[in-house]
């Protein structure tokens, strides 16, 4: 069974960073996306950052040039790191990889439990 894990939310104070992980769990041949999206209190969630097997990212304009997605591809893992964090960034933060080859088969939108992530001082 295939499973996303991340750590790393938290209390931070504006302008203060956090970094957040994620691990995929279970037997994975290949995953093609992993990623961050967040949903802060009564919005929808949003895109924050994918990255895709080959290295190509994607960031939102309202995080560019602040939080940066590294992936391991061996490993699994994809990380966010934060900075020069604003209120407006509170939301839980949720790891997400998709087409995920597994030994079970190909599992498309797999998502992780969330973690959050509040700016505040």
């Known amino acids: 069974q295939v499973q996303l894990v991340e750590s790393g939310g938290g209390l931070v104070q504006p302008g203060g960073s956090l970094r957040l992980s994620c691990a995929a769990s279970?037997?994975?041949?290949?995953?093609?996306?992993m990623g961050w999206y967040r949903q802060a209190p009564g919005k929808q969630r949003e895109l924050v950052a994918t990255t895709m097997s080959s290295g190509s990212t994607k960031t939102a304009g309202s995080v560019t040039g602040r939080f940066t997605i590294s992936r391991d591809n061996a490993k699994r893992t994809v990380d966010l790191q934060m900075n020069s964090l604003e209120p407006e960034d509170t939301a839980v933060y949720y790891c997400y990889a998709d087409r995920v080859v597994s030994l079970e088969g190909t599992h498309v939108e797999v998502w992780g439990q969330g973690t959050k992530v509040t700016v505040s001082s």
């Open positions: 279970g037997t994975i041949f290949s995953i093609s996306t």
